[in-house]
C-alpha cells in the first residue's frame, strides 16, 4: 500500500498550499495587494502537479482497479473524478480573476471570493479521498491489486511521476515558497531555483559511531551509542524531547565534548578533533534554534560558515546560496536579527552549506515555521539529497523526516532502542504509537 503513503503525503502538502492561499487570501481582503507572482507560481504547482500527475496516476491506477473490485466504489469515486476532470477549467477560471483583480477594488474581491472557493473545494476533496476512498480500497482490494498501484507509484523512470519529474515538482514548490508573502513564506521577489540532482547514491561508511557517551555534569545524556551513516545517506533522528538528539549532533561536531566512545569520519579517528577542525574536515551543522548573529549581516553569517574555507571560493559559494535561497541576497545587508523565522532557517542552513559539507547536520530545521515553510524545508532536504549529500536529520517532524530518510534511528533518554529504514520505521507500531501520532 505504498501508492496509499505517497497520495497522503501529497494531499498534506496541498493541504498547506490551501491553507497558505487562505491566509494570503485574508490579507488581501485586509488592504493587501495582489501579487501575480506568487499566484502565479501556485496555478503552475497546481496545473502540472496536481491536474497533470496526481489525479491521472490516481485515475488510471488506484481508482480504476477499486471499481473493478466494489460495486459501492461507484458512489465515492464518480464525484471524486468528476472534480479530477473540473480542476483544468477552475484553473483556468481563477488565472483570469487573477488577470482582471490586477485592476483592484472589486476584481479583488472577486477573486478573493474565487480563491475560497477553490481551497474549500480542495479541501473537501482530500478529506473524501483520505475518508471515505482509501479506507474502502484497503477493504477489498487484493495484495494482486497493490503490487500493480504501488508498481505504478514507485516507478521512478515514469516520466510523469519518475525522480525528473519530482525534482521538477521540488523547484515549482521552491517557488511557491520563495514569493509567498512573508506572514506565510519567505517574502522574495524571484523564487530562486535549487540545484538539480546528480549525486552517487549511498556507497561506503562516511560516519562510524561507537559506545558514545555525553555528560552535563553528572547526567548521562548519551549512554553508549552505535551507528554509522553512508556517503550519500539521509539518515532521520528521532525522539521525544530530552532523548539526546541535539547532543547527539552537537557531540558529533564537537561543540559538546564526549566523555567515553569512538568517532570515526572518513576513516580517521576525530574523537579528540576540535570542533572547528571538525568543520574543516566537512562536519557542519545547522543548529537547533537557528543561533543566526543578530547584529551581524545576512552576507556576513554567511561568510562566517566558510571561515575554514579557502577566501577564493566565497563568492562562488554566496551565489550558490543566493541563487538557492533569493531572500537572503536581496536582504543581505541587513542585519539577521531582522529577518522572519522562516528567513533565519533559510540562512542557518545557507550558512552550513557554505562550509562545504561532506556531512550535513540539520538540528530541527521545521521547528516553529508556517506550514508552507515546514515543507520547504523538507523540499530542500530532499534536494540536497538529490545531490548526493550526507545528511543527519534530527526532527520534532518524525513522519516528515522517517518520509524522506533512507534509514533512522529511534532514541529514548540516550539509548538507540530501534532502528531501520525510514519506511520500516514509519510502519513500526511501537514507533506509529509514540511519535506518529497513529
Known sequence: MESLRIITEEHQNLWRIATTI???????????????AFFGSVFDYIEQFVDRAHHPKEDDYLFRILRQRSAEAA????????????????????????AEAAGGGEANSQFVA??????????????????????????????????????????????????????EFR????????????SVGLGARSGGELQPGAGPR??????????LESCY???????????????????ALVGSNGAGKTTLLRTLSGVQPASAGRIYFGGDDISGLRSDLRMKAG?????????????????????LGAYTQPKSQVPEDLEKVYAMFPILKEKRNLPAGTLSGGQQQMLAIGRALMGRPKLLLLDEPSMGLAPLLVQEV?????????????????????????????????????????????????????????????
Open 378 to 438: 523538507f523540499n530542500v532536504v530532499k534536494a540536497l539529497k538529490a545531490q548526493g549529500m550526507t545528511i543527519i536529520l534530527a526532527e520534532q517532524n518524525a513522519f516528515a523526516a522517517l518520509a524522506i530518510a533512507d534509514r533512522g534511528y529511534v532514541l529514548e533518554t540516550g539509548n538507540i532502542t530501534l532502528s531501520g529504514t525510514g519506511q520500516e520505521l514509519i510502519s513500526n507500531e511501537q514507533v506509529r504509537a509514540a511519535y506518529l501520532g497513529m
Open 202 to 211: 549511498a556507497g561506503d561508511v562516511l560516519l562510524s559511531v561507537s559506545g
Open 283 to 303: 562536519i557542519c551543522q545547522s543548529p537547533e534554534g537557528r543561533q543566526v548573529f543578530g547584529p551581524l549581516s545576512i552576507e556576513d553569517n554567511l561568510r
Open 75 to 98: 458512489v465515492i469515486l464518480d464525484r471524486l473524478q468528476a472534480e479530477h476532470h473540473n480542476g483544468p477549467e477552475n484553473l483556468k477560471a481563477l488565472r483570469r480573476k487573477l
Open 217 to 235: 555534569g553528572r547526567i548521562k545524556a548519551l549512554k553508549g551509542i552505535d551507528f554509522e551513516v553512508r556517503r550519500g545517506e539521509t539518515v
Open 171 to 182: 523547484e515549482l514548490f521552491h517557488r511557491i515558497a520563495s514569493l509567498a508573502p512573508e
Open 22 to 36: 487562505d491566509l494570503v487570501a485574508d490579507e488581501i481582503e485586509a488592504g493587501g495587494k495582489v501579487d501575480p
Open 114 to 167: 474565487a480563491l475560497r472557493n477553490y481551497t474549500q473545494g480542495l479541501k473537501g476533496h482530500i478529506r473524501a479521498e483520505e475518508k471515505d476512498a482509501m479506507p474502502l480500497a484497503r477493504e477489498v482490494l487484493t495484495a494482486e491489486d497493490w503490487a500493480e498501484i504501488d508498481r505504478a507509484f514507485l516507478d521512478n523512470a515514469d516520466p510523469v511521476f519518475g525522480e525528473k519529474a519530482s525534482a
